[in-house]
């Protein structure tokens, strides 16, 4: 079955980029109808969905970090990718990345593990 | 946007009893389109629910979720020890998509 694997620097300092990569195993990201998301959780809080990208580029974003945030795919090594620029300390948070429902059903369906993020000097 | 609001905040039970949550939206969510997710200490989430009512592949059936309007249920038949977890309510119905802020349910 398709699982996803976060990864990317577990430390950044604040007014840098943020940069994760998410990497899909088990199935296709160019051969499938999903949408690819990031999510971002700080601890003890709930759930931000950051944006999402389909294998063709087409990308759409959360309205409050649309201005910080870039969604990337690169299809012939099956990942994509977050970029979050100018962070500070309340962009620290476990970043998760994960596969919506067919054809932008937009329920999230596997999830990957998560990587924590720390903004801090 | 869309805001979800969930309750109660916390839910103490036994095992065996049932459990049922509620997500209210603040405006319509289109084709019910709320799904539900539990979470776990250091996991990921799962999804249980999608469509308000269907469950996720694997998902048991003492899970169910139901929606009348801008009101949405979801609901544990009968707790079993590894359910004791936070769940929350998802809307994929409106862009943004949102989430609610979660209900813990805790053994009492």
């Known amino acids: 079955q398709v699982q996803l694997q976060e990864s990317g620097p577990g430390l950044v300092k604040p007014s840098q980029t943020l940069s994760l990569t998410c990497t899909v195993s088990g199935g296709s990201i160019s051969s499938g109808s999903h949408y690819w998301t990031w999510i971002r959780q700080p601890a003890g809080k709930g759930l931000e969905w950051i944006g999402r990208?389909?294998?063709?580029?087409?990308?759409a974003y959360n309205p409050s970090l649309k201005t910080r945030v870039t969604i990337s795919v690169d299809t012939s090594k099956n990942q994509f990718s977050l970029k979050l620029s100018s962070v500070t300390a309340a962009d620290t948070a476990v970043y998760y990345c994960a596969r919506e429902g067919l054809l932008g059903s937009g329920w999230f369906d596997p999830w990957g593990q998560g990587t924590l993020v720390t903004v801090s000097s | 946007e869309i805001v979800l609001t969930q309750s109660p905040g916390t839910l103490s039970l036994s095992p065996g009893e049932r459990a049922t949550l509620s997500c209210r939206a603040s405006?319509?969510?289109?084709?019910?389109?709320l799904a539900w997710y539990q979470q776990k200490p250091g996991q990921a989430p799962r999804l249980l629910i999608y469509g308000a009512s269907s469950r996720a592949t694997g998902i048991p059936d003492r899970f169910s979720g139901s929606a009348s309007g801008t009101d949405f249920s979801f609901t544990i038949s009968r707790l079993e020890p590894e359910d004791f977890a936070v769940y929350y309510c998802q809307q994929y119905g409106g862009s943004p998509w949102t989430f609610g802020q979660g209900t813990k349910v805790e053994i009492k």
């Open positions: 990208i389909y294998r063709n580029g087409n990308t």
């Open positions: 405006q319509s969510v289109p084709s019910s389109y």
